[in-house]
């Protein structure tokens, strides 16, 4: 998750107490959702994982503005900077889904998420096919590749490549990683401000653990015996499903 939302630095050792957060519940609180999103990363591919990681991700989102608000009377100026940022946000559509999908969460069942993946066959450099299909978001890697293999019928060499895509029924535009990752960065811009506002520009909080790393596990690829089907239709290779 690099997404310039990092906040004011000097680190130390998280377990520590902090002697200059002026909000280290809060602070605490998105740095275990920084966590959750990178678990949820790296599951990608598992469904139950994902699913488990993703709902914790979403009530930590949430619980950050709840722990800034028992703060407020502690906080200096609280009005002014926490309601120009709550207005800033108010009519945001991710950040209104986040809202919405923590009380879905909480206080009904798990989202409804499909899943679709872009199957790409690679027979040779020149022949290379792909489309987008939906996979039931219960189905693992190996039975959403199991399920394709046993659906053609000409048995040849390749390469099967997927690219799994997680969304929520009320944000179908956004993939999942991506909009908690939104949601994230509008979280830590109000957190900065609450240090902002207390004069504290370097916080003793530790930093975001684990450190970023690019290449959440969104790909699973295939090797060997691949049959050819057709029917699928020739797509442009710029495709991007997963952001
Ligand atoms: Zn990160
Ligand atoms: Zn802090």
Redesign the pocket.
């Known amino acids: ?2 997404d310039g939302t990092a906040l004011p630095s000097a680190y130390c050792c998280s377990m520590s107490p902090s002697s200059t957060c002026p909000v280290p519940s809060a602070h605490r609180r998105l740095m275990d959702c ?1 966590v959750h ?2 678990a949820a990363a790296d599951a990608y591919m598992e469904p139950e994982t994902f699913r488990l990681n993703l709902n914790s991700l979403i009530q930590g989102l949430r619980n950050v503005t709840f722990l800034l608000q028992s703060q407020k009377r502690d906080l200096p100026s609280f009005e002014n900077w926490y309601g120009a940022w709550q207005r800033a946000v108010k009519d945001d559509l991710v950040m209104r889904w986040a809202v919405s999908a923590r009380n879905r969460i909480v206080k009904q069942s798990d989202l409804e998420m499909h899943s679709t993946a872009l199957v790409r066959l690679s027979f040779d450099w020149l022949n290379e096919v792909e489309e987008i299909v939906e996979v039931p978001p219960h189905y693992t890697t190996h039975r959403t590749i199991a399920g394709l293999l046993s659906a053609i019928p000409d048995l040849t060499e390749g390469v099967v490549t997927i690219e799994r895509r997680w969304v929520d029924v009320e944000l179908p535009s956004r993939e999942l990683l991506d909009a908690t990752r939104f949601v994230y960065g509008c979280l830590a811009r109000v957190v900065k401000l609450a240090h902002g506002a207390a004069g504290i520009a370097v916080c003793d909080l530790a930093t ?1 653990k684990p450190e ?1 790393r690019a290449g959440a596990a969104r790909v699973a690829t295939v090797h060997g015996p691949v049959r050819r089907r057709p029917a699928l239709a020739r797509r442009p290779r710029h495709h991007d499903p997963a952001n």
């Open positions: 998750m690099r920084h999103w990178h975001r970023c």
